[in-house]
């Protein structure tokens, strides 16, 4: 009898007792004390978090979300829903809390009118950086604007600043002089990092591919210049953004001074040389032989894949690309007919798109004996006999020069005579 009535009483304290929660009704209404914390339930500031509950079924609204609020430093936000529904069957208690921070995503799932009054997200795996930065003498970087991953915040007076970051690699980014020092710190507990502030000179020269002064755009970050060689005496970045222009040309060099400070960036502005074209004709075909030369010490070197031979035949111009061939280049072509003119033109390119052409041409003419070629006869020493007009040419000749000497004799008798 008295345990009936003891259950009896706690039954009804639950029932009726004003402290006690009541299930969520029609048109319910419910004010969220929500606080963000990470893994030591540190408050977190600057966390994006939202509700989306029930608004009403009965008229199509369904579930809505709330705009988007940022805890302060007290890693707190207040939210206030309000439920429209009219019938009791359609009502649906479920609310979700999300909460946003350092590019992780934290929910957590409640009933209306039935929770703690502090409702806590947890960011388990969020851990505190305690973060100094310094200049190049050591001395605190103060009142300075520090970007750590997608956030920003300002250095103390002390050049600190605390800031609570979610594990794994952590960018962090400070302005110091004409530049912005930057550094990638793994975190996979609360850590304390000094950052210190490094300068660098750099020194940089654009040179043509004989290695001569050659006036350019430069622009180092957001700095502009025009001219053969830019002197930086102080630099606040290891990797800073270079872009070298010239013509039509850009260079975009990777600058990494701490390991080097002087660069010496280089365009090619001389076409290559085609030298000691020849022909040949061998096995049924036309072989012509070339050498490109690009010698020059910043030279690009030939690109043979835009070098190409065309030539004319029988009123018909082809083009050939040319393969390499004991150092030289080569390209094939079948043998015309005999006393065929063939005429070609040799167009040759560098890797930064200079340009040569030589103009060629060359006569198919009979092919003779092996013999013939070398000058050997038969049996007579290699000399070839006279034809028949060589013998009358060589016989009105003869009497030419007698018929001269007898006048010259009879001068000479004529003169003796008249002296007498």
């Known amino acids: 009898m008295l345990l009936s009535r003891v259950l009896c009483l706690l039954l009804f304290a639950l029932v009726f007792s004003p402290g006690i929660a009541k299930a969520c009704e029609p048109g319910f ?38 705009n988007t609020q940022y805890t302060g430093e007290d890693g707190r936000v207040e939210e206030t829903i309000r439920n429209t529904e009219t019938f009791e069957s359609r009502v649906e208690c479920g609310l979700t809390i999300r909460a946003e921070y350092d590019g992780a995503v934290v929910e957590r799932e409640i009933q209306a009118n039935d929770h703690a009054n502090e409702l806590q997200v947890r960011f388990g795996d969020a851990y505190l950086l305690s973060l100094k930065v310094v200049d190049r003498y050591g001395q605190p970087l103060a009142n300075t604007q520090v970007r750590v991953n997608q956030m920003y915040r300002n250095t103390t007076e002390s050049g600190y600043v605390n800031i609570i970051v979610n594990e794994g690699i952590t960018e962090i980014a400070v302005p110091y002089k004409n530049g912005v020092i930057t550094k990638e710190v793994e975190v ?53 953004y270079v872009v070298v222009s010239y ?14 400070t002087e660069y010496i960036i280089s365009f090619d502005i001389t076409p290559p040389e085609i030298t000691d074209v020849e022909v040949r004709r061998e096995d049924g075909e036309l072989r012509i032989f070339f050498y490109i030369n690009d010698p020059n010490a910043y030279a690009s070197g030939a690109d043979l894949a835009e070098t190409s031979i065309s030539y004319t035949l029988e009123g018909i111009t082809h083009t050939a690309i040319p393969y390499a061939d004991s150092g030289g280049y080569v390209v094939d072509i079948p043998e015309p007919p005999e006393n065929t003119l063939l005429r070609f033109t040799i167009t040759a390119y560098d890797n930064e798109g200079n340009m040569n052409t030589v103009n060629g041409q060359y006569l198919i003419t009979p092919e003779e004996e092996d013999g013939e070629e070398n000058g050997e006869g038969e049996g007579d020493g290699g000399e070839e006999p006279l034809e028949e007009s060589d013998n009358t040419c060589l016989l009105v000749g003869g009497a030419l020069a007698a018929v001269i000497v007898v006048y010259l004799v009879w001068r000479y008798v004529k003169g003796l005579t008249e002296e007498e």
């Open 29 to 66: 209404v419910d004010t969220l004390d929500i606080k963000i914390i990470d893994h030591k339930y540190r408050p977190i500031e600057g966390a994006a978090v939202n509700v989306t509950y029930q608004k009403d079924r009965t008229t199509g609204k369904g579930y809505v979300t709330t």
């Open 247 to 260: 013509g039509m040309v850009e260079r975009v060099p990777e600058i990494n001074l701490a390991e080097q």
């Open 188 to 240: 996979t507990e609360d850590k304390t990092y000094t950052l210190q502030a490094r300068v660098y000179p750099l020194h940089l020269e654009v040179v043509d591919d004989m290695g001569g002064p050659l006036d350019a755009e430069i622009t180092v970050e957001d700095m502009e210049f025009e001219s053969s060689e830019v002197d930086i005496e102080e630099i606040a970045l290891q990797h800073p």
